[in-house]
């Protein structure tokens, strides 16, 4: 049962242009979600949060926006970057469980 | 400073034997997981510890073992028993609180 879906495996964007990434998630009692980079061979990194209390949460170019009546997060970049270029796992958690995470996004920027 | 230190980056081993992945850190956290991740897919957990000398399994835990003796280190054994062992692996550690987890750099295991 994947409680946090991450629908398109792949995604490529023109350089400068916006990055729309999308989760959806299925346990209605998640309250913590966040966004992880991955490069290739290397250890996902954390990119950006937000609690279920806020909609929106901004840190320079990147924005996640969550539509808790639709179970929706997305994270926007903008503009965006080559060094964008990497795997991004959306994960959920509620209380003081694990996270959760999704089957992640290729995101591909394109020069 | 501070972090979560896997080895070796690389490992190679034969069918049949088993392999332990090391996982230390230093960030004083409680808990401890380690993740696997096979190419298109994405991170599946294996075995989680929230505290020393206890863990439990994750949803792929046949074929693996862990141990979590001390709070800073929680090894990850592959034994024979685990049918596709060749993947990257992943060790993460979160504070009390389990706002996030910070990452290792990962071990890439190939069974030869």
């Known amino acids: 049962d994947q409680q946090v879906k991450q629908n398109s495996p792949s995604l490529s964007v023109q350089e400068g242009r916006i990055s729309i990434l999308n989760c959806d998630y299925t346990?209605?009692?998640?309250?913590?979600f966040l966004w992880y980079k991955k490069y290739p061979a290397e250890g996902p990194t954390f990119l950006i949060s937000?609690?279920?209390?806020?909609d929106k949460n901004e840190d320079g170019r990147f924005t996640v926006f969550l539509n808790k009546s639709a179970k929706h997060l997305s994270l926007h970049i903008v503009p965006s970057q080559p060094g964008d270029s990497a795997v991004y796992f959306c994960?959920?958690?509620?209380?003081?469980?694990?996270?959760?995470f999704g089957t992640g996004t290729r995101l591909t920027i394109i020069p | 400073d501070g972090g979560i230190t896997q080895s070796p980056k690389y490992l190679f081993r034969k069918e049949g034997q088993n392999v332990t992945l090391s996982c230390e850190q230093n960030l004083n956290h409680d808990a401890m997981y380690w993740y696997r991740q096979d190419p298109g897919q994405g991170l599946r957990l294996i075995y989680y510890?929230?505290?020393?000398?206890?863990?439990q399994k994750g949803d792929i835990a046949e074929g693996y073992s862990v141990s979590r003796e001390k709070k800073e280190s929680f090894p990850l054994t592959v034994t024979s028993a685990q049918k596709n062992p060749t993947a990257f692996y992943l060790c993460?550690?979160?504070?009390?609180?389990?706002?996030?987890?910070?990452f290792g750099s990962g071990t890439r295991l190939t069974v030869v």
């Open positions: 346990n209605s009692m998640f309250d913590y």
């Open positions: 510890s929230q505290i020393v000398n206890d863990f």
């Open positions: 937000i609690s279920s209390i806020k």
């Open positions: 993460a550690s979160s504070g009390t609180v389990i706002m996030s987890y910070t």
């Open positions: 994960a959920a958690n509620f209380g003081n469980e694990k996270l959760t």
